[in-house]
């Protein structure tokens, strides 16, 4: 086995003299040039083909956020960064998994489930608008005041795009009592000046309704490709999963495994450039002190601190 430093030894050095991005990015490539060239050097040894190399994959879209270790150093799990474009399917994929068991933790709670889907008729292209979605909502709102036994729950807001216009559409999760379908898509086509399409059904399978509620997530929206730019215009800053009712103050509980180091033990992690400041900043406490105990009191002091070029 071919022994090579670690990020957090070689940064911890490098930190001691230079508190930059630029210089810890110098510093992540050696790093994982030694790590690829350390694996080459094994699988030839072993004859056979090169393991992968553990480096991320590199995606300007999507940048990694190394997590460390507070004690050691040492790398533990990468965090890939959202890109901000509400289409993007790998964005959508990651907020899917961190909110499938919290959707479902919650919505095990309600007592009478039943899902129900409500659409708009069709928006022509050039014409939708966030305000479009903005009415969607308050329409929704209408139809619980006429139907209380609408009590509460969650919903998500969709827009598709097939090449015939846009189909903004709610697919609902709600705790309540029993609501005939017409009743509702009588209620709906009065409200939104004739849209129809009503669907309720009662939910005996949480997993499977959780899962329909979420799917869109799943993947890039329905959408075409000339549509992005309206798609993230009409949803920016817009909730695409929202409670409602009586659980309209409620906040899903994102579950995270508790951490611990598998190098050091420590239950404690922060990112790669918090960590390596806080080493540069130990390295110059240190040297303050060390003067300081030594009577030294010349301008060396502050052209201590001044030598490290911290970035914001």
């Known amino acids: 086995m071919v022994n090579v430093p670690g990020p957090g030894q070689v940064l911890m050095t ?33 004859s056979g083909p090169a393991p992968p190399s553990p480096r991320p994959p590199e995606d300007p879209r ?43 933790d919650f919505v095990s709670g309600f007592k009478d489930v039943r899902f129900l889907t409500l659409t708009e008729k069709n928006i022509k292209d050039g014409d939708f608008r966030k305000e479009h979605v903005v009415q969607l909502r308050g329409w929704f709102g209408e139809l619980r005041k006429k139907f209380p036994g609408i009590r509460g ?30 009743d509702l898509r009588r209620a709906w086509r009065e409200i939104t000046k004739g849209s129809f399409e009503v669907k309720i059904e009662r939910v005996t399978d949480l997993d499977k309704a959780v899962g329909y509620l979420l799917s869109d997530f799943l993947q890039a929206p329905k959408i075409r490709p000339e549509d992005v730019d309206v798609y993230n215009e009409v949803f ?12 309209k103050n409620w906040k899903f509980r994102i579950a995270r495994a508790p951490f611990k180091c598998p190098f050091c033990g420590c239950d404690k992690s922060t990112t790669r450039e918090r960590y390596d400041l806080a080493v540069a900043c130990r390295a110059v406490d240190a040297r303050l002190r060390s003067l300081e105990s030594s009577g030294d009191h010349s301008p060396t002091l502050s052209s201590s601190l001044v030598a490290l070029p911290f970035e914001g």
Not at 16 to 40: K, L, M
Not at 63 to 86: A, N
């Open 14 to 46: 490098e930190y001691r003299t230079a508190a930059s991005r630029a210089t810890y990015r110098e510093a992540a490539s050696r790093h994982w040039a030694a790590v690829d060239a350390a694996a080459e050097l094994e699988a030839a040894a072993a």
């Open 62 to 104: 999507h940048p990694i956020l190394e997590i460390v270790c507070v004690g050691c150093g040492e790398p533990t799990r990468p965090v890939m960064i959202s890109c901000g474009d509400r289409t993007c399917s790998l964005c959508r994929g990651k907020w899917y998994g961190q909110h499938y068991k919290a959707v479902l």
């Open 153 to 182: 729950g969650v919903y998500v807001v969709q827009a598709t795009n097939g090449g015939k216009g846009w189909h903004p559409h709610l697919h609902i999760l709600f705790d309540g009592s029993y609501v005939l379908e017409d």
């Open 236 to 247: 920016k800053g817009s909730r695409l999963l929202q409670t409602f009712g009586s659980y």
